[in-house]
């Protein structure tokens, strides 16, 4: 094994390991980024609460319950 050998052989590790990061680290966010939504009991009881509050109508409230 000659000198160049080496040489090849680290350039090949080290696009290895460059590409390997990108795919791990694309491979994390999507991860990431897929939660999942809140529970429909969760979500019914903050409509109440901002019905009770007045930030919506109760034509919103209907609307907002309905689509869940």
Same mark, same amino acid.
Request: hydrophobic share 45%.
């Given at each position: 094994?000659?000198?160049?050998?080496?040489?090849?052989?680290?350039?090949?590790?080290?696009?290895a390991s460059a590409?390997?990061?990108? $795919?791990?680290?694309?491979?994390?966010?999507?991860k990431k980024g897929?939660?999942?939504?809140?529970?429909?009991?969760?979500?019914?009881?903050?409509?109440?609460k901002r019905l009770?509050?007045?930030?919506?109508?109760?034509?919103? $409230?209907?609307?907002?319950?309905?689509?869940?």
């Open positions: 094994m000659n000198s160049s050998d080496f040489g090849l052989w680290a350039m090949l590790a080290f696009w590409i390997g990061g990108i $795919y791990l680290a694309v491979q994390w966010a999507n897929k939660k999942s939504p809140a529970p429909r009991d969760v979500m019914i009881k903050s409509l109440d009770a509050e007045g930030e919506i109508t109760p034509e919103e $409230y209907q609307r907002r319950l309905k689509d869940l």
